[in-house]
């Protein structure tokens, strides 16, 4: 079922950075999240990163050009999308 939800603008970035560090789309994260609290599941099969992450997430190499807010936007705005 698809829904609307009001997330707080640091802990969506935060579990967005979670579901690509950790190589899962963001709706399956939040499933998996909701279905633990919910049913009284064990721990979710990830675990969050000890302090809070910092970008680059991944560092460029021999002074490359670092990404943009701008990149990162677009990249949010199109990570959720079902390809084949």
Known sequence: MKTTLEIDDEL?????????????????LVNEA?????RG???PSFRKPAE??????????HGGTPITSEQIYQLESTADLDLP
């Open 12 to 28: 969506y970035r935060e579990t967005k950075a979670l579901a690509a560090l950790t190589g899962r789309k963001m709706k399956d």
């Open 41 to 43: 599941g064990g721990p």
């Open 52 to 61: 809070k992450m910092k970008l680059p997430l991944i560092p460029t190499l």
């Open 34 to 38: 909701l279905s633990n609290v919910v």
